[in-house]
């Protein structure tokens, strides 16, 4: 199927918009029927998704798609893509991500993106924009550069996250289900401090062009660090924004550390301002401490992890450790419950000391009953003697020994 | 008595170890090479799998003439068979679980039959695939309704064992479904039904909606026509079932397929379930699409030695088994798919005669000695193992 057969039938989409609200309706209100469709690929509504999605994944009824409209280059490892949601996307507040799914040699990847492009745009034209920056070494950010072409359908998730500025209130644009999310901390009259490295600047830009649309009168100043001149993304679009916006101060760093006296002399007033901070974990980590000296009370910073969230354990780098014995701790995001290892302990054993009575089978890695979804964390297979696959989500508790710190979220 | 041609006893605990581990040494080398092919493969037989469906449902919608309705039923039955077997079956013994496709999940899918996947997954994942074979721990062994070895005590029943065979072919689905019921235990009161409501909540539940999407919601969607709709859809249920147990009887009950006792099996280690599966499961050759058609169970050896492994791929793993089976001069059960199926009813009508220290035994001397002259004749004689 062509871009242009798929946009002749994106023309449709009201059309299919009400099919969906009617369909909604009468499956919900048709309880005993419903439970015919809702089983999973035996059912019949799955049937029915699968021939749509095979006809065009936008007309899927049960997952989101995005068609990539254009691509353009920010900087040379920078580009944007510009991506059209099929019907059933929600939307999203300045701020939040959405997850990208793509898929290398038969396995699917799922990486978070912040959404670079203002709400309004996805209001009027059905359009959202998330920045990709390539990471050396990073294979699904190459990969998008590599591969992606205008006219690819990918599949995404609805909007995520509570990064979200609170200084803006354009109710009107945002789903009750987007709003629910967000938590205010920041008093709304306060003055705001971005303060971004590297590719941590592309939700800052669905923020600036809200606040410039939306608040002119309100003080914004961004700090923005890059390696090199030629890294900063947005860099055209960002000083002509300061150029027309006089309430709006870019400061640049390029090539430079954040220090505790150039946050002094940037924003003399920090401590008065509602600060949200977006970079890798040690800028981060980094910026919070000056903050700290510089008396901002920790409840107005906001920030926005991104890059390996899981912070690779060194004991794994270092050869020669017997990773059945390194200690442990796992936490099971369903139940909270945290558990300590001193090592040599599998998954399951642990979560069964800590009080959980997760499904189990053989207990020796036949069966798979005790299958379970790891978010992040290093694991030792004691079957093949060797470290699981970071890209590999589904795992097996019984031969699964934690190493280092991992998270389980479906126990 | 006559079990056991290679005990397990047969290979020292050293070349038990050394056979395992060229084992896992295989399957790491496979799992290495998992990708884009897997990918492709199960995709295509999914897609192949719904437009069967889609054309079988609407030839038994729309046919005018029986030629064609009879081409519907015959669509039908392949897209559950292709479903339950080749996309079902091994998407839940997790094969696909690496391509983190949701579509694709083990401990997510739910399958086109009255038996529910969480139930499947427990007694067949499990039970079947941990114990194969061994008596009183697999109860696949003879689905507690056949006796397919003399260690099973006889029983006058057994005498008629082959209708029950067939009844159990022609309803294996609803015999998969209710086989978490252990009906036998519930009988002896080893287990309380108590304990099996919750299983059998979820058997009704599942079972309900199966009914009424073959025998209620596309028979109404016919409008007049529902009684043939209907009757189409019962017989692609008949002929997948029947097909479907066909294969899986010629998995562990042909003639060269041995049973375990549980103190044979006790601290078992990885080189000794390796060579269990596989004097426990026996194969049967073919074309391609025997092979597709039967979900890859034609390689039931290696399906029980493997059972995570992209079932596409063992065709060419079967090859390397048989190498190392050679070097460690072990059987490797295979033969025609047509010889193997023999194998299996004469194993059923052998077994239901009384042993020769039953007080039944004269009666089943009359049978065998009519049988043997009349209706067993195209039978291949069952000769079992000589014991010394």
Redesign the interface.
């Known amino acids: 199927m062509t871009s242009e057969d798929t946009s002749r039938l994106m023309q449709f989409s009201p059309i299919l918009r009400c099919m969906n609200v009617l369909f909604i309706q009468v499956n919900g209100s048709l309880n ?2 419903r ?2 469709f809702r ?6 509504q ?2 029915m998704d ?2 749509l999605c ?1 006809i065009d994944p936008l007309l899927s009824l049960q997952r989101d798609y995005a068609q990539v409209v254009s691509i353009g280059e920010e900087t040379r490892q920078a580009k944007t893509f510009i991506l059209r949601p099929s019907f059933l996307w929600k939307g999203f507040l300045a701020g939040q991500h959405i997850q990208l799914e793509t ?1 290398i ?6 990486r978070f993106y912040s959404i670079s492009s203002a709400p309004t745009l996805f209001a009027e034209r059905g359009l959202i924009s998330i920045t990709v920056k390539k990471i050396p070494g990073g294979r699904i950010s190459n990969h998008l550069h590599k591969t992606l072409r205008v006219g690819d359908i990918l599949a995404i998730g609805k909007a995520v996250g509570r990064f979200i500025c609170d200084q803006l209130d354009s109710e009107q644009l945002y789903t009750k289900s987007c709003r629910e999310e967000s938590v205010p901390i920041a008093e709304n009259s306060k003055e705001v401090l971005f303060i971004a490295a590297g590719s941590g600047v592309t939700p800052f830009k669905s923020m600036l062009e809200t606040l410039y649309s939306e608040k002119p009168e309100r003080k914004v100043t961004l700090i923005l660090y890059a390696n090199r001149a030629d890294e900063l993304i947005f860099n055209i679009w960002l000083s002509q924004l300061s150029e027309q916006w006089s309430n709006f101060r870019l400061i640049t760093h390029c090539g430079e550390q954040i220090s505790l006296d150039s946050l002094r002399s940037d924003c003399p007033d920090m401590a008065q301002r509602a600060v949200y901070l977006c970079g890798p974990v040690g800028f981060m980590d980094k910026t919070i401490r000056f903050a700290r000296e510089l008396d901002v009370p920790s409840d107005t910073i906001r920030q926005e992890n991104f890059g390996n969230v899981s912070r690779p354990s060194a004991l794994v780098d270092a050869a020669g450790i017997n990773l059945m014995l390194v200690e442990a701790e796992v936490l099971f995001t369903k139940t909270g419950k945290k558990i300590k290892s001193p090592g040599g302990k599998t998954l399951l054993e642990l979560a069964e000391q800590s009080g959980l009575h997760p499904k189990y ?2 207990r ?1 890695g ?4 005790c ?1 379970c979804q790891r978010e992040g964390g290093d694991i030792f297979n004691t ?2 003697g060797a470290l699981v696959p970071k ?4 795992i ?1 508790a019984c031969i699964s020994v934690p190493v280092g710190d991992l998270v389980v979220s479906d126990w | 008595m006559d079990m056991k041609t290679r005990p397990l006893g047969l290979l020292s605990p050293n070349e038990l170890n050394a056979f395992g581990s060229e084992l896992d040494q295989l399957r790491e080398q496979v799992l290495a090479d998992l990708g884009q092919r897997d990918a492709d493969y199960i995709r295509d037989i999914v897609q192949q799998q719904k437009m069967c469906e889609i054309v079988g449902r609407t030839l038994i919608h729309f046919s005018l003439n029986p030629l064609l309705f009879a081409g519907g039923i015959a669509a039908l039955s392949c897209a559950k068979i292709l479903e339950n077997m080749e996309v079902g079956h091994n998407v839940m013994h997790g094969q696909y679980d690496w391509m983190n496709d949701p579509t694709l999940e083990s401990q997510s899918y739910e399958w086109d039959t009255v038996c529910d996947a969480e139930s499947w997954r427990k007694t067949h994942n499990f039970e079947h695939h941990t114990y194969t074979n061994i008596l009183g721990k697999d109860r696949d062994y003879g689905y507690a309704v056949l006796r397919l070895t003399d260690d099973v005590p006889w029983k006058p029943y057994h005498f008629v064992q082959f209708i029950n065979y067939i009844l159990l072919s022609a309803l294996f689905e609803w015999g998969v479904g209710l086989h978490e019921l252990e009906f036998e235990k519930l009988k002896q009161g080893k287990v309380s039904l108590k304990e099996k409501i919750p299983f059998l909540k979820r058997f009704l539940r599942k079972s309900g909606r199966q009914l009424s999407k073959d025998y209620l919601l596309f028979p109404l969607l016919a409008g007049p026509m529902a009684p043939k709709v209907l009757l189409g859809n019962g017989i692609a249920n008949l002929v997948r079932n029947l097909w479907t147990s066909t294969i899986i009887f010629c998995g562990h009950f042909t003639a060269g397929a041995e049973t375990f006792s549980e103190e044979e099996c006790e601290n078992e280690t990885r080189g000794m379930w390796y060579y269990r599966q596989l004097l426990g499961s026996s194969n049967f050759t073919g074309n391609k699409w025997l092979h597709i058609m039967s979900g890859h169970l034609s390689y039931q050896i290696e399906h029980h030695m493997f059972p995570d492994i992209p079932a596409h791929r063992y065709p060419e793993i079967s090859e390397q088994v048989k190498v190392i089976c050679q070097k460690y001069e072990i059987p490797y059960n295979t033969d025609r798919f047509g010889k193997q199926y023999l194998t299996v009813l004469a194993r059923v009508a052998r077994y239901s005669l009384p042993p020769a220290d039953s007080r039944w035994r004269m009666a089943g001397e009359k049978i065998r000695s009519f049988a043997g002259r009349k209706i067993f004749r195209f039978l291949p004689e069952y000769r079992p193992p000589v014991i010394e």
Request: aromatic share 8%.
């Open positions: 005993g029927v439970q015919v089983q999973q690929l035996g059912g019949v799955c049937f699968y021939v095979r898929e040699n038969g396995v699917r990847y799922r089978g053989c020796r036949i069966c798979h009953e299958t079957l093949t890209e590999q989500n589904r097996q």
